[in-house]
């Protein structure tokens, strides 16, 4: 079935996000400052709840309050798999959004805010964003994705049509969160061994905060050597079998890697502190930091740490988020022995083995809900 086709600003306002620097954010709430999303609010659903930061509410135009209804899509990021995701607000909340972000502001009478949303979310539109893009910072320009053009059916079956895709999403949102819960065995199990790790200025600092007598005091940078990841530019991209791994992951394949697997990598800029492991050769963006030298230590083990550790605590700004490793090396730790590092990883490895069917199960239900979408979008529901 063909529908008409509609350009995204004649059914809806799109918005630009709050511009703010370092300065002008705080990282607590008080009188006269509101909560402000940013890219890693994004998931399933919209964060509102952790991971915010708060403006003067002087400097946020009533234009950029959320109100329920709203969908709230990344714009800029350092990560391809970031960009273009997007989540719907579904209740009242007071706050805005950053600059690297845009909310669609459906007109009701024009279009289901819902149907679009769910639009936002399919595999189309997250290929579309992805082609919009370069390599290095990605953005979707503005001009470009207030034209992007949405299959409009009358209002009804808009309707009629979101609902359908309402109760496959939650299944899978279900499935998810479980799925979840077996992810974070390996951090239940981590602190099971370790306890809370956290990094201290100071070594008595940690001798006083440590719960296990088997750790011994370090400056971070005494057990493993981080390294800013390096840029590459759209006309050196060749294709290979390599993964290119931004601070979101996995953003495209190379056929030349910068460091050998196993590796650990941490988002530096955009998705900031969020961790990634990959058991192969890589090649770490420069919106990374990576492991260059584990001295020794189990590469498995030093993912959970800094998977555990805030490491947002140490960013450089809040508007445009970076992490710097000479502000990580000099942190004192608690640190486990190799053999009790060994031990950890054993015990994770038997965890994974178990929630294997439950992974499985989990990308067969992403894949029909994917196919589901694609057969709405062309009038086949």
């Not at 992810?183 to 990094?199: C, D, R, S, V, Y």
Request: aromatic share 8%.
């Amino acid at each position: 079935m063909s529908w008409p086709l509609a350009a995204l600003d004649s059914i809806s306002e799109v918005v630009r996000g709050v511009t703010f620097s370092k300065a002008d954010a705080e990282s607590d709430p008080r009188k006269g400052l509101l909560p402000v999303l940013r890219a890693g609010n994004i998931a399933e659903t919209l964060n509102v709840e952790t991971d915010l930061v708060y403006v003067d509410q002087d400097r946020i135009s009533e234009k950029q309050r959320l109100r329920p209804k709203d969908i709230v899509v990344c714009t800029s990021s350092g990560s391809a798999s970031v960009l273009g995701k997007s989540a719907m607000l579904r209740q009242e909340w007071q706050g805005s959004f950053g600059a690297f972000l845009a909310t669609v502001r459906t007109d009701p009478r024009r279009a289901d805010p819902d149907f679009v949303g769910h639009y936002l979310r399919s595999p189309r539109f997250r290929a579309w964003a992805s082609n919009s893009a370069g390599i290095g910072i990605k953005n979707i320009r503005a001009s470009d994705f207030k034209k992007v053009e949405i299959p409009l059916p009358p209002l009804e079956e808009q309707k009629r049509i979101a609902g359908i895709l309402d109760q496959a999403a939650e299944l899978c949102r279900l499935r998810t969160r479980a799925l979840d819960k077996l992810n974070t065995l390996g951090q239940a199990i981590f602190h099971e061994m370790f306890g809370p790790l956290k990094g201290h200025k100071s070594a008595e600092d940690v001798r006083l905060a440590r719960d296990n007598a088997e750790l011994v005091v370090s400056k971070l940078g005494d057990q493993i050597l981080l390294q800013r990841g390096y840029d590459i530019v759209k006309k050196d991209v060749r294709p290979g079998t390599v993964p290119v791994i931004s601070s979101g992951g996995t953003s495209y394949h190379h056929d030349t890697a910068m460091a050998e697997g196993p590796g650990v990598i941490m988002g530096r800029k955009g998705s900031v502190g969020t961790v990634h492991f990959c058991n192969s050769d890589y090649w770490p963006h420069d919106t990374t930091l990576f492991v260059k030298d584990f001295k020794g230590n189990r590469p498995r083990f030093v993912y959970e740490f800094l998977r555990q550790f805030d490491l947002q605590q140490y960013e450089a700004s809040a508007a445009n988020p970076s992490l710097n490793r000479n502000n990580l090396h000099p942190l004192f730790v608690g640190w486990p022995s190799v053999g009790l590092q060994m031990n950890f990883e054993d015990r994770v490895a038997e965890a994974e083995r178990a929630s294997r069917p439950s992974q499985v199960q989990a990308e067969h239900l992403d894949a029909l809900f994917a196919s589901l979408q694609h057969r709405a979008f062309r009038g086949e529901l």
